[in-house]
């Protein structure tokens, strides 16, 4: 009990921590919120909270990522062109990522800043860019993820025929190490599917599902990725 109100508290005393616990607890309120506003007007009262309560939170989260930027812009300058990505595919699609998820932020900024009135500006067009965005940098994020697999897959046969003739265990990679790996690229994959179908509904009526969620759909879609964040957050990849 005490080494997990430890391991809490760790996690809530780092940004990205407390960023991932609380996108959690906003997905799952909005998730029961949503199944229970179609429930007794008892429970429906309590899923309105809920509800609520969850879009406090998601105001929360816009209003700490102003001060995102520049460790984004940081980011974006330590890779640079992806130079020492031995994979074109790989470099070009995360130098693509971190373009989206550069221009992202101002555009988000901005959307807020409209819609709190600070600035005399319409926020519906900013909300979409930053939504567009958003699905840019997850579908590159799932290629990517795609393709690391599948180079993982080679690499991993590769490592058995290269064992199989130099037993010994320091001269090549482990398999297990690369297993490991894949399976950090599909939970990357799993979540960030989840959250482009999220996204693909937040966008204009008339493309593919946008606007038919109900909000336990959205819940469960964004839960689903915020847990597999922290997962990945607690095995240290991320």
């Not at 990725?225 to 991320?238: F, H, R, T, V, Y």
Request: one cysteine or more.
């Amino acid at each position: 009990m005490q080494e997990s109100l430890e391991s809490l508290v760790n996690v809530l005393e780092s940004y990205r921590g407390r960023d991932k616990v609380i996108r959690t607890i906003c997905y799952g309120s909005q998730l029961v919120g949503g199944v229970l506003t179609q429930k007794t007007e008892g429970s429906a009262q309590l899923g309105k909270s809920l509800l609520l309560f969850s879009a406090q939170l998601s105001q929360c989260r816009t209003v700490l990522r102003l001060f995102d930027d520049l460790s984004m812009l940081a980011y974006s300058h330590r890779y640079g062109l992806g130079a020492r990505e031995e994979d074109p595919g790989l470099r070009w699609m995360s130098v693509l990522n971190n373009l989206a998820d550069q221009l992202y932020y101002p555009c988000e900024h901005i959307a807020w800043a409209a819609d709190t009135e600070l600035i005399k500006v319409k926020s519906d067009k900013w909300w979409l860019f930053s939504t567009v965005l958003w699905g840019t940098s997850l579908l590159l994020g799932i290629l990517r993820s795609v393709r690391v697999i599948t180079l993982l897959k080679k690499n991993i046969r590769k490592c058995e025929r290269a064992r199989e003739v130099d037993r010994s265990e320091g001269s090549v990679p482990s398999p297990s190490q690369l297993r490991r790996k894949m399976r950090a690229e599909v939970l990357c994959v799993l979540s960030s599917m989840a959250d482009l179908s999220n996204a693909i509904h937040w966008m204009p009526p008339g493309f593919l599902w946008a606007g038919s969620f109900p909000n336990w759909l959205v819940g469960l879609m964004g839960t689903t990725s915020s847990l597999i964040g922290l997962i990945q957050m607690s095995d240290g990849g991320a």
